[in-house]
């Protein structure tokens, strides 16, 4: 009878844990799944480009997407970033109308941002590099599909099915690697050619995902619910702030990936990026978590208030920290071997085990800090995490200068460390003194903060 007991006993408690997890382990595993087939396939292009390329080449090409992801953070702060909080929120009842105004807004800014694009890439040909010339123009080319595939990827995880998200996934994995293999069989695989395959493989997911989400594409009636006025001027209020905290998150992520060539040379920067491949895993699965946890932290505050999303908030730190950690001592461990077989032995002079373990040690922060990103987003106050990144940003800058020119690679991996630290701590002290009243539906909170794939994923070019 005893032993019955108990066994009934562990029977309940494992139907508790699933009914307490088992639909957050669902969504959560549609949407690594979906970031999987992504990351697959930007790593093994990262793995294929540093072998096929030689360093100076393939170091271009992560200087020229770095500058991309720039422009990228524009162009999320007022699209992408505010459709997590809205497209859950306000527009939610009129979700395909609300997406067709999204895609008009992506059509007017792509072509003005890839303009601008392109003739920097023209200049900088003409007067100072025509290798990372060539590396711009590929990308000022392809961003117009570039851009569209993150933002196509969002209105999968505010109504909560990444696993239809997950459907392009497949797609890019098998154009994006085609696309470079063809290239490097025939003979044509440059700087230009790299990033034009890029933007091919976006193009061609996002016409199949476009036609699954079927926006309401139609002429706006006189007394309509929804206008593109009305769409313009809520992601303008929201996108300033978002813009301010995206732009912050640029400089600490990538300065020092712009810096190191001037102090190394593209041979240094091709050495970094090879190591921060090893945790670009990672930095995808970061991506799905915050994708999927702010249109549901949005839902929780305004539900449960401060006590109901604190208890989301703790029991995903708690999953995701067991992960990191994980991977972390893996990579510890065997971080040296990894790279001889994925690069063929040629990266072995220049990456040392120290470079790999601060490497390594990055997801373990960021993971933590995305998650408390995400419950400012869910509680309307991304200026406290805009205002939470100021000073680690401006010593991540001055951090670079010094330890890059001191010490070169390793000395950004050290100082990504230590602001990664610094702005955990930071975002902790704030959330703290958030309040427990949830914003009214009918009042403007702060905007949320950005939910997409860029640039936040931390070092993960030259596919985002």
Not at 33 to 62: C, H, I, Y
Not at 86 to 98: D, I, Q, T, V, W
Not at 142 to 153: K, Y
Request: aromatic content about 12%.
């Amino acid at each position: 009878m005893e032993r019955d007991s108990t066994l009934t006993r562990g029977v309940k408690s494992v139907r508790g844990l699933y009914g307490r997890y088992g639909r957050w382990g669902k969504k959560l595993g549609a949407a690594i799944t979906d970031q999987a087939l992504f990351a697959g396939s930007n790593f093994l292009g990262n793995l294929l480009l540093a072998r096929w390329m030689p360093k100076e080449e393939f170091g271009a090409v992560v200087v020229a997407f770095t500058w991309f992801l720039l422009m990228q953070t524009f162009y999320e702060a007022l699209t992408s970033s505010p459709l997590s909080y809205y497209g859950a929120g306000k527009y939610s009842k009129n979700f395909r109308r609300y997406i067709a105004f999204i895609t008009y807004g992506h059509l007017i800014m792509s072509v003005i941002i890839s303009s601008t694009f392109g003739l920097a890439a023209l200049l900088i040909y003409h007067f100072n590099s025509p290798l990372l010339g060539m590396a711009m123009g590929g990308a000022a080319i392809s961003m117009l599909f570039m851009l569209a595939r993150g933002l196509i990827r969002q209105p999968f995880y505010v109504l909560s099915k990444p696993e239809l998200s997950a459907r392009g996934g497949v797609i890019y994995l098998i154009v994006n690697l085609s696309s470079v293999f063809l290239l490097y069989k025939t003979g044509h695989l440059t700087p230009f050619s790299a990033l034009m395959g890029i933007g091919f493989a976006s193009f061609v997911t996002c016409v199949v995902q476009l036609r699954t989400l079927k926006p309401e594409f139609k002429r706006t009636e006189e007394n309509a619910e929804i206008t593109a006025r009305q769409v313009i001027k809520d992601h303008w209020s929201y996108g300033k702030w978002s813009l301010s905290s995206q732009t912050l998150a640029w400089i600490a992520a990538y300065f020092g990936i712009l810096f190191t060539p001037l102090v190394t040379g593209y041979t240094g920067s091709a050495s970094l990026q090879v190591t921060l491949n090893l945790v670009q895993p990672i930095f995808q699965a970061n991506a799905a978590l915050v994708s999927l946890l702010v249109p549901t932290f949005v839902r929780t505050y305004r539900g449960k208030g401060k006590a109901g999303l604190q208890k989301s908030v703790i029991m995903v730190m708690r999953l995701v920290l067991g992960f990191t950690v994980t991977y972390f001592l893996l990579l510890t461990f065997f971080g040296k071997q990894v790279m001889h077989l994925l690069y063929n032995g040629q990266y072995d002079t220049s990456v040392s085990q120290a470079l790999i373990m601060c490497v390594a040690a990055l997801p373990v922060i960021t993971t933590l800090s995305r998650v408390l990103d995400a419950s400012f987003s869910g509680m309307g106050k991304v200026k406290l995490s805009f205002q939470s990144k100021i000073i680690p940003t401006t010593l991540a800058v001055i951090l670079d200068i010094i330890l890059v020119t001191a010490f070169g690679a390793i000395g950004y991996a050290v100082e990504s460390l230590f602001t990664a630290t610094l702005t955990f701590l930071i975002l902790v002290y704030n959330y703290r003194r958030t309040g427990n009243t949830p914003v009214p539906i009918d009042k403007k909170p702060d905007p949320p903060m950005p939910t997409s794939d860029q640039p936040q994923q931390w070092r993960s070019l030259p596919y985002d």
